[in-house]
C-alpha cells in the first residue's frame, strides 16, 4: 500500500530575515507566509522559498505586480 500525501514542507526560519537582504538592492525582505517567498518591495521582487531554504537567485525571483 502506497501513501500518495505529501509530507509537509520544513518550515522557514523567521531568524534567518535578519541575515538576509534582497541580492538586488540589498534592503529588507519581508516574509509571505502564504506564497513561501521572501519579498524586496524595493527590487519588485519575490524570491520562493523551497523546501525551507531561500532561493536567493535572481533569475529565480517572481517578478511583483
Do not use: N
Amino acid at each position: 500500500m502506497t501513501d500518495d500525501r505529501k509530507a509537509p514542507a520544513p518550515a522557514f526560519d523567521r531568524r534567518m530575515l535578519e541575515a538576509l537582504v534582497c541580492p538586488r538592492t540589498q534592503g529588507r525582505l519581508e516574509y509571505d507566509a502564504e506564497r513561501q517567498e521572501l519579498v524586496s518591495k524595493a527590487a519588485g521582487l519575490a524570491f520562493p522559498i523551497r523546501s525551507g531554504i531561500p532561493v536567493m537567485l535572481i533569475d529565480e525571483a517572481r517578478a511583483l505586480d
